[in-house]
Nanobody, 119 residues
Framework: VQLQASGGGLVQAGESLRLSCVAS????????MGWYRQDPGETRELVAV???????TYKDSVRGRFTISRDNAKNTAHLQMNNLKPEDTAKYYC??????????????WGRGTQVTVSS
């Protein structure tokens, strides 16, 4: 499974960005698809994820500003980020939990896309 993320960039505080992630390759079932972020020297943290049945989980500090959406048929996920703040600056990584025909679940990560929010 390969992940292609896009949509990062440099914006001012209060502006919006939309991240997209497309999964390709031999895909059976993507149980979960979502976004994590990481600052240099920090641990990677969950931003927003959505399960195959539509259940959403958000980091507390982004709830109400960020919205994750998913198109299961197209193996894509989007993260709409509104009212961005300087503390949202990080590299954002797309991640999927993929389940194969044997029921084995594997995590796959994209390369990351940089989001920088200036004050």
């Amino acid at each position: 499974v390969q992940l292609q993320a896009s949509g990062g960039g440099l914006v001012q505080a209060g502006e919006s960005l939309r991240l997209s992630c497309v999964a390709s390759g031999i895909i059976f079932t993507i149980n979960e698809m979502g976004w994590y972020r990481q600052d240099p020297g920090e641990t990677r943290e969950l931003v927003a994820v959505m399960t195959i049945d539509g259940s959403e989980t958000y980091k507390d500090s982004v709830r109400g500003r960020f919205t994750i959406s998913r198109d299961n048929a197209k193996n894509t996920a989007h993260l709409q980020m509104n009212n961005l703040k300087p503390e949202d600056t990080a590299k954002y990584y797309c991640k999927v939990k993929h389940r194969d025909l044997l029921g084995i679940v594997t995590d796959y990560w994209g390369r990351g896309t940089q989001v920088t929010v200036s004050s």
